[in-house]
């Protein structure tokens, strides 16, 4: 059987919303055997509680069971006698809400020196959303932070990155918005295709010697037009990075970094790896 809750005389404190009655979530539904002559007259099962009070917080309390016929009547308490239930008492909590207008934050990873201060332009869908939770979690929910954009995923020709929107628990859009599209502004934006035949290696492990497999590696270099236009492979190297390899030998494959000594606003359309040997 269902268990329905109600709740009597519920007032929260002003700007705040009282939220409808909820039962912890293993009391909402409850199975009842006894004889199947006074299960089959049970009509409902309910817990009410009386509050008749101005709330600031969401409050709990304890409620017995009241279990109906059909009819609308009361099991006796000889027809009571004859059942099993595995509880006689729920905790019905009262949320007490907050509504709240906070932004949305657009974050980058991979992103060269230069745009670690000075951000890509970008729009988004929406800026800010309206909430609404319990007033624990929404007195200390000042935004709302996005997964962050991938420089390794950007190019002219792939700017656009829809998100889905990881709330907190309790805490949902007044206007039922669950993503958001950023476009990155990728105007004087351009890509070339390079072979790069210089790699660098750092962090490298004391006592070990490193050699390239890979001769070249072609890489999609993204960055402003200018710069772009005028870059050639020699203006650029892949840096990988041997501080887990201490412990390793032989051939393996290993992540590598686009870098320039000349320009910081450059970055590689997808990841970048090379074959490496370890002694």
């Avoid at 009070?53 to 304890?62: G, P, V």
């Avoid at 595995?86 to 657009?106: A, D, G, L, M």
């Amino acid at each position: 059987f269902r268990v329905d809750v109600r709740a009597n005389g519920v007032k929260a404190a002003e700007g705040l919303i009282a939220g409808s009655p909820v039962l912890s979530t293993n009391e909402t539904n409850i199975e009842i055997t006894g004889p199947k002559s006074v299960v089959e007259t049970i009509g409902s099962v309910s817990a009410e509680v009386d509050v008749n009070a101005t709330l600031r917080s969401s409050t709990s309390y304890t409620s017995k069971l009241e279990i109906l016929k059909t009819s609308g009547e009361p099991l006796t308490s000889e027809e009571m006698a004859t059942l099993t239930l595995p509880f006689t008492e729920v905790n019905v909590t009262i949320p007490i809400n907050r509504s709240k207008t906070v932004p949305i934050n657009v974050n980058f990873s991979n992103q060269p020196a230069y745009y670690q201060q000075n951000a890509l332009p970008y729009t988004s869908s929406i800026s800010e959303i309206n909430l609404i939770g319990t007033t624990e979690v929404m007195d200390t929910l000042d935004s709302i932070e996005l997964d962050p954009i991938d420089f390794l995923e950007l190019s002219p020709d792939h700017n656009v990155f829809q998100f889905n929107l990881q709330l907190p628990s309790g805490v949902r859009s007044v206007d039922d918005i669950s993503q958001v599209t950023v476009t990155v502004d990728t105007s004087g934006i351009a890509s070339k295709t390079l072979d790069v035949s210089i790699f660098q290696a750092v962090n490298m492990p004391a006592g070990k010697t490193v050699s390239v497999v890979t001769s070249r590696k072609s890489v999609v270099v993204v960055g402003p037009s200018d710069v772009i236009s005028n870059l050639e492979a020699e203006d650029v190297y892949l840096e990988y990075d041997l501080s887990n390899a201490a412990n390793s030998t032989g051939e393996m494959v290993i992540d590598a970094t686009l870098r320039s000594d000349q320009y910081d606003t450059i970055w590689s359309y997808g990841k970048v790896d090379i074959q490496i040997r370890l002694s």
